[in-house]
């Protein structure tokens, strides 16, 4: 597929039609045991311009790679904001966005809803009260608006991230809490089946910009207040919320999918 050949909104997925729990079951089964690139082709294949890229600033830029190996600069990415992410990210960012001469959607909080977090909890309340309320507010609702008119976004979710909630995630599944202009939305998971040593050959081989912060440790990166370097030994996400129990580290981006 070249630039020229992504579709239209109106071409893609069968012109637009609501896609199906059947549907997503014969992509599943289609998808089964494929490389990240097939999964990535397929979306844009059957979404075209209709489908968002998220790009955490993390090592999901093989999403952008793949993306961009399969349309060119005809995609969409986004990346949130959340307003506390670490210097090192902001610059990956824009090392990314150089690096491929696309335009990337900086998605930022709304910024009345960060001033009452912080005017009546302080900066750090999620260490006493939890995370969620936070990260809806920094992330869940700036997603929302990420993928406002789209029918479909791909995530660089891994099922070797999170054993306690990512270990099920499959090529493509129905988001059940996004809707687009047809129903829910479908979310892609190209890395859903690679490990994090392969996404770390890819992105050594092919010679891909990364976050430096990985070189002092990180593996899991969010925001700087939570996320810590990881031990030799230790999962990844026990740098994420570490004052937090040790299952169900997620934000809220990605549980609410089925």
Request: hydrophobic share 35%; net charge negative; glycine share 10%.
């Amino acid at each position: 597929m070249t630039p020229t050949d992504l579709k239209s909104p109106q071409d893609a997925a069968n012109s637009g039609a609501q896609i199906t729990p059947d549907q997503i079951a014969a992509w599943q089964e289609e998808l089964a045991g494929k490389q990240p690139y097939h999964i990535m082709a397929h979306a844009l294949e059957h979404f075209g311009t209709d489908l968002r890229v998220s790009f955490s600033g993390a090592e999901d830029v093989l999403l952008v790679d793949l993306a961009h190996q399969i349309a060119g600069d005809a995609i969409s990415v986004f990346s949130l904001d959340t307003g506390r992410l670490h210097p090192e990210t902001y610059t990956f960012i824009e090392e990314v966005r150089a690096h491929y001469g696309i335009r990337i959607e900086i998605m930022s909080p709304d910024a009345q809803a960060v001033q009452r977090l912080v005017r009546d909890k302080g900066l750090f309340s999620f260490r006493t009260d939890g995370h969620k309320e936070c990260c809806g507010i920094r992330k869940v609702e700036p997603l929302g608006r990420a993928l406002q008119g789209a029918r479909a976004w791909a995530t660089g979710q891994r099922r070797d991230q999170s054993p306690d909630t990512r270990a099920d995630v499959p090529a493509v599944q129905l988001d059940l809490g996004h809707s687009g202009p047809h129903g829910p939305m479908v979310k892609y998971n190209p890395l859903a089946s690679w490990s994090s040593a392969q996404v770390w050959r890819f992105i050594r081989g092919a010679g891909l910009p990364y976050n430096r912060l990985h070189e002092r440790g990180f593996i899991s990166i969010g925001c700087e207040p939570c996320t810590r370097p990881v031990l030799p030994g230790q999962h990844e996400r026990e740098g994420r919320w570490w004052w937090e129990a040790a299952a169900g580290k997620e934000c809220g981006l990605h549980v609410v999918d089925k």
